[in-house]
């Protein structure tokens, strides 16, 4: 299906048209800033491939968008919704590197210990893995990072000091 053709059948249905809606051809080409003689066209094509189906009611034309328009987006919805919500793994490398060796001290402290337990489910390894990514690319797994939603471990006060908060991703 052509993207117009697309478009007039999503328009459609945020207008309503999953129930049947009154809809002129002109108040449609305004809709989707086409002329009133696109708007036409666009039904009669929508019509013609099953995806609407159009009637008079009192001199009123009125559109509906047909179960098998409707199983359409629904469709391409579940496909978007399924692009936006994968999980696949991301891949990426570099070298694994010595730190300070402090990794082991801040994990097994009692204020993250407790939240690792009761917000991840487990106890963590008491180290770190320190990866330099090997490409520029480091900026941009960041960027994904900040778009995913991590665990906070909440920061805290003992007697020594303050701690600050931690963000947990899934792996």
């Keep these: 299906m052509k ?43 929508l019509e013609k491939n099953n995806m609407i189906a159009r009637y008079k009611i009192d001199g009123d034309d ?42 082991a001290y801040y994990i097994s402290l009692s204020g993250y210990k407790k939240q690792f337990i009761s917000k991840l489910g487990y106890e963590p390894y008491p180290g770190t893995l320190n990866l330099k990514l090997s490409s520029n690319l480091h900026k941009q797994f960041i960027e994904n990072l900040s778009n995913v939603d991590g665990i906070i471990i909440e920061g805290f006060t003992d007697k020594k000091r303050t701690y600050g908060n931690v963000i947990c991703y899934p792996s």
Aim: glycine share 8%; hydrophobic share 40%; proline share 1%.
């Design 3 to 45: 993207s117009s053709y697309f478009t007039t059948l999503i328009q459609l249905l945020l207008l309503g048209a999953k129930n049947p809606i009154k809809l002129s051809t002109s108040d449609l080409a305004i809709s989707i800033d086409k002329t009133q003689q696109t708007a036409s066209m666009h039904l009669l094509f």
């Design 62 to 103: 009125v559109i509906q968008i047909s179960v098998s328009g409707l199983k359409y987006l629904l469709s391409v919805n579940q496909k978007i919704q399924s692009a936006f919500d994968d999980n696949s793994s991301t891949l990426v490398t570099g070298k694994v590197f010595s730190g300070l060796g402090e990794g």
